[in-house]
């Protein structure tokens, strides 16, 4: 499990100015957790933030006692992407989380050697799990597609022991199509002009005195 040193922000001391010491503006809260404003590190919170995204548990010391979190949402400065500011969402003990996981495409379908085309319709499914379960994402293997019209529904993901599926089960998740060759089709024909005739050029007063 991640962990990360946290500390109390002074609220007289601006956002700009935490940034310049290195230190990256935060704020916590939960179910149980009244909103706390809070200051990380930022190597360390960009480090975790790479590793965890938002479907890993993280432990934050340093505010009361170790507090279960996830990264609920994260504000990136828009040219260098660093980490402007961090939301913290304190995880309510012995109470399972509903959550959007994402889907992790494994496994190569025998339909795509054949030239069909595999067709990846959902990117991300919505469980409810244990927090001591959340998975970072769900294998979704495509080796079971073989021909047009398979297909891989919601309810065929595998969960964690403790997790239920919150997306439709019959939502599906991958299918193989027929690959179709589009054939191009000449608009119109081009016809050639008729050359035209050139009209004789009227002879010269040089040429008619020679015939003279």
């Known amino acids: 499990m ?30 149980k957790e009244a ?8 190597r360390q919170l960009e ?29 990136l400065h828009p040219l260098t992407s660093k980490i ?33 085309i595999i067709v990846k ?9 244990a927090p001591a379960e959340l998975p970072h994402n769900l294998d979704v293997d495509l080796s079971t597609l073989s021909n047009v019209g398979d297909h891989i529904t919601a309810d065929m993901i595998k969960l964690p022991a403790s997790a239920s599926l919150v997306t439709d089960a019959h939502e599906i998740v991958a299918s193989v199509t ?13 016809v050639a002009a008729p050359a035209t005739e050139v009209a004789d050029a009227p002879e010269t007063p040089a040429a008619e005195e020679k015939k003279s």
């Open 2 to 31: 991640l962990a990360l040193e946290v500390k109390t922000r002074d609220e007289k001391i601006s956002s700009d100015a935490l940034r310049a010491e290195g230190l990256i503006p935060a704020v916590l809260y939960g179910p």
């Open 35 to 42: 909103p706390a404003s809070i200051s990380i590190d930022g």
């Open 47 to 75: 480090s975790v933030w790479r590793e965890a995204g938002e479907t890993t548990v993280i432990t934050l010391k340093g505010v009361g006692g170790d507090k279960d979190t996830l990264i609920h949402d994260v504000q």
């Open 84 to 116: 402007l500011h961090a939301d913290f969402y304190v995880l309510e003990k012995g109470k399972k989380i509903e959550i959007s996981v994402p889907l992790h495409f494994i496994g190569e379908a025998p339909a795509e050697k054949l030239g069909h």
């Open 121 to 129: 319709a959902l990117h991300e499914v919505e469980i409810e799990v």
């Open 178 to 190: 027929a690959f179709h060759e589009e054939k191009v089709e000449v608009a119109a024909e081009f």
